[in-house]
């Protein structure tokens, strides 16, 4: 079965602190994942897709298949950071799964 | 930069009552998508669509859903008797190939 597994529903940091945004994925096949990000009432924006490594806004995330985990990590938190995140799996049958979302909220 | 776009952005319908919700994908975009939201749940697939035909569907998606793209830009989600439990929030998407954008949803609420 295909599942996205977010532990964290609230992660709550201060300013500069560093940040982990655990996702672990359930899938047979080769997965594509994702990073989407919800600023208050806002769209879902893509944040990061593992196939890019790139880094968007100080974020990082590697795909790690021996721990089927896809983590978003930032080593100083800003405020403006305060969002939804949901890790997303795209089976390559054109749809994602996602997760249920962290709640990230940065405090000054 | 061009954005998925929907409307409207509030619907309120009484139960066993028809309603179009409507999208306006990224224009160069050949897949398109439907995912729902309710409230306090994760984002749930519904529907993508290719080359004029649905290419994948949930089980959510039974028979009172269709799509349809009419003419070209607009891409369309029809629920042809809404039931209470369908009130939520619906999400269009489009994409090139693995990356899907999405547009700022519709607030469904059925009565």
């Known amino acids: 079965a295909q599942r996205v597994t977010q532990p964290e529903k609230l992660l709550s940091v201060f300013k500069g602190a560093p940040v982990e945004l655990k996702c672990n994925y359930s899938y047979s096949g080769s997965p594509e994942l994702f990073w989407y990000v919800q600023y208050s009432r806002q769209r879902l924006q893509l944040l990061l897709r593992h196939i890019s490594r790139e880094s968007i806004k100080g974020f990082t995330a590697d795909l790690n298949k021996g721990e089927t985990s896809f983590h978003l990590k930032k080593p100083f938190a800003q405020e403006e950071d305060s969002a939804m995140y949901y890790c997303a799996l795209n089976t390559g049958f054109q749809k994602l799964v996602f997760g249920t979302g962290t709640r990230l909220l940065v405090s000054p | 930069e061009p954005e998925v776009t929907q409307t409207p952005s509030h619907q309120v319908t009484q139960m066993g009552q028809e309603v179009i919700l409507r999208c306006v994908p990224i224009?160069?975009?050949?897949?398109f998508y439907w995912y729902r939201q309710i409230l306090g749940q994760k984002v749930e697939f519904l529907v993508s669509?290719?080359?004029?035909?649905?290419?994948?569907k949930s089980e959510i998606f039974d028979d009172q859903f269709s799509v349809e793209r009419p003419d070209g830009s607009n891409f369309t989600l029809k629920i042809r008797s809404t039931k209470l439990e369908d009130s939520a929030m619906y999400f269009c998407a489009s994409g090139q190939k693995e990356t899907q954008y999405f547009g700022p949803g519709t607030r469904l609420l059925v009565l």
């Open positions: 669509f290719y080359n004029n035909e649905i290419s994948e």
């Open positions: 224009s160069n975009h050949l897949y």
